[in-house]
């Protein structure tokens, strides 16, 4: 046997003080017994009753830390197969991805979505593209989400070389992170099946849609379209991250730009998904589950030890003391009115 968290043995040198309470409680009764002329027979009876639940809950205050300290027997070694996929997401990094017509901005949202998708991945390779004017891999495949939740969290537009919307520039960037994967530790191990998520508002030219297929061969993509089609106007700021206005046209007028979804739901490939991230609708809680169709490459074994767990027993025994502790009543029945009194009765 052997225990997961010894530490909380510690607080087994708590019972000593709860003893010495009851004790000192102990002594305190005595003498207003003693005061009050309690019969003997009735004070060894109470006095009885007193230290069976005295004892119970001291015994079920150290049987708690038994099981707090988790005993558990076993140490058997399992082996459990490891599978993954290689997925690349691809954020849109334009300016209109500021607009606010999803709150509080499109790329907070989009941003939020792909970190709940992180928390749910395991043993899966992930890489980042991000894309305004052209496409960038800011982080090539890895397991180490933690790495793309730091770099996910400081992407900016600003940032990009080029303004605008580059649907070809990201799906190149999203083919050269799968091509250039890291090999794999194990030559017999075959490839991993291969999915894009590309968040964006759509605003794409047509002719880039249409090529799309060249790009996304034996690749399953996933759209997610973040916006609204009745859009929002694009806001901008200064040095300081102070709004100072609108993003506004030639004309001066400020520029609206709307969901379009219809260019998203055109990317789409067996058994991707076009999901819609609207101001009080839509996320990507299913986007795990949808991924199954995919087959995961065997990637490795992992081993580790197997144990059962014992805390059970020490806890149970603790909850039947407890509720001895509880059931046990201290003061004894009073005696029906027919039956005379072994009580004194004090003159006044």
Do not use: C
């Not at 649907?167 to 799968?178: E, K, N, T, V």
């Not at 002719?207 to 089609?229: C, K, L, M, S």
């Amino acid at each position: 046997m052997e225990w997961h968290s010894p530490l909380y043995f510690w607080l087994l040198l708590v019972l000593p003080l709860v003893a010495a309470l009851f004790y000192r409680a102990r002594q305190q009764r005595s003498q207003l017994q003693a005061y009050f002329q309690i019969p003997n027979a009735v004070q060894q009876a109470m006095t009885r009753r007193r230290l069976i639940k005295a004892v119970a809950v001291v015994l079920a205050t150290g049987l708690i830390v038994l099981a707090l300290a988790r005993p558990r027997v076993g140490g058997a070694e399992r082996e459990v197969e490891q599978r993954g996929l290689d997925l690349v997401v691809a954020l849109d990094l334009s300016h209109s991805m500021l607009a606010e017509d999803v709150a509080p901005s499109r790329l907070a949202r989009a941003r939020n979505e792909v970190r709940r998708v992180l928390d749910q991945l395991a043993g899966d390779r992930v890489a980042l593209v991000v894309f305004a004017g052209t496409g960038i891999v800011q982080v090539p495949l890895t397991t180490d989400y933690a790495a793309v939740r730091s770099v996910l969290g400081a992407v900016h537009p600003d940032d990009m070389p080029a303004p605008g919307t580059n649907l070809d520039g990201a799906l190149q960037a999203a083919r050269h992170a799968l091509e250039n994967a890291p090999a794999e530790q194990r030559p017999d191990v075959p490839p991993r099946a291969r999915a894009l998520l590309l968040l964006s508002d759509g605003d794409f030219r047509d002719t880039h849609v249409a090529q799309a297929a060249e790009q996304t061969r034996d690749i399953a993509v996933f759209t997610a379209g973040v916006g609204t089609p009745a859009g929002g106007r694009i806001p901008q700021y200064d040095d300081e991250g102070n709004r100072t206005g609108w993003m506004r046209s030639d004309t001066g007028a400020p520029i609206t730009t709307q969901l379009h979804r219809d260019a998203l739901q055109r990317l789409i490939t067996s058994p991707g998904t076009y999901y819609e991230l609207g101001p009080a609708s839509g996320s990507l809680d299913s986007f795990v589950d949808d991924l199954r169709p995919l087959e995961r490459s065997l990637i490795g074994m992992e081993r580790f030890d197997a144990y059962y767990e014992w805390f059970v027993l020490p806890l149970a025994l603790a909850l039947g003391l407890l509720l001895i502790d509880t059931m046990l009543p201290v003061r004894l029945s009073a005696p029906s009115s027919s039956a005379p009194s072994d009580l004194p009765v004090r003159d006044t």
